[in-house]
T-cell receptor, first 116, second 113 residues
Framework: SAVISQKPSRDICQRGTSLTIQCQVDSQVTMMFWYRQQPGQSLTLIATANQGSEATYESGFVIDKFPISRPNLTFSTLTVSNMSPEDSSIYLC?????????????FGSGTRLTVV | GDSVTQMEGPVTLSEEAFLTINCTYTATGYPSLFWYVQYPGEGLQLLLKATKADDKGSNKGFEATYRKETTSFHLEKGSVQVSDSAVYFCAHHSGGSNYKLTFGKGTLLTVNP
């Protein structure tokens, strides 16, 4: 399965600023996903990012707040814009792909964001 | 719509105790089922999976059987260790062109020596 490098691993940011999170994969993948995990909560899908097309956002998430880039098949970025303390979460990227007869997923180690 | 209902924690056990974490799902079609584990301060790791009815996924002493008749995928381990302390997430992927994973809320397991 793919190996994902996600950075930064953690950051403390001032409200009103923006943070860009990078996700690098060691192989070419079609589907990349960005999740948010709020403190003590489960994972919520923010958007699906396919190379060469606009990201598809889930209900409750908008491009102006979470712009995503997907310039090639091994890299994606998620920006958290105009941050507020409510954006303090773990952000994880994930890639999907066929692994034999099933569709599987690999996750990055996450970015722990604290907004003060 | 698709959903995963997972036993809420926290669950606290003594070392060598038996563990069960219940998970049921609703999905269209024939989903693949997963258990992920998140150790403190880390990302998610796939623990085990099952892709069709009656399949049993197993890894590191953990097991879960895909029960289509009860739409369940309960996680079990016969003898837990302190190192098993983590958050466990049940998830499914419904297949087709929808590649989204649907997660349960997670269960925090603490194993005491």
């Amino acid at each position: 399965s793919a190996v994902i490098s996600q950075k930064p691993s953690r950051d403390i940011c001032q409200r009103g600023t923006s943070l860009t999170i990078q996700c690098q994969v060691d192989s070419q993948v079609t589907m990349m996903f960005w999740y948010r995990q709020q403190p003590g909560q489960s994972l919520t899908l923010i958007a699906t990012a396919n190379q060469g097309s606009e990201a598809t956002y889930e209900s409750g998430f908008v491009i102006d707040k979470f712009p995503i880039s997907r310039p090639n098949l091994t890299f994606s970025t998620l920006t958290v814009s105009n941050m507020s303390p409510e954006d303090s979460s773990i952000y994880l990227c994930s890639v999907g792909g066929w692994q034999g007869h099933y569709y599987g997923y690999t996750f990055g180690s996450g970015t722990r964001l604290t907004v003060v | 719509g698709d959903s995963v209902t997972q036993m809420e924690g926290p669950v606290t056990l003594s070392e060598e105790a038996f563990l069960t974490i219940n998970c049921t799902y609703t999905a269209t079609g024939y989903p693949s089922l997963f258990w992920y584990v998140q150790y403190p301060g880390e990302g998610l790791q796939l623990l085990l999976k099952a892709t069709k009815a009656d399949d049993k996924g197993s890894n590191k002493g953990f097991e879960a059987t895909y029960r289509k008749e009860t739409t369940s995928f309960h996680l079990e381990k016969g003898s837990v260790q302190v190192s098993d302390s983590a958050v466990y997430f049940c998830a499914h992927h419904s297949g087709g062109s929808n590649y989204k994973l649907t997660f349960g809320k997670g269960t925090l397991l603490t194993v005491n020596p």
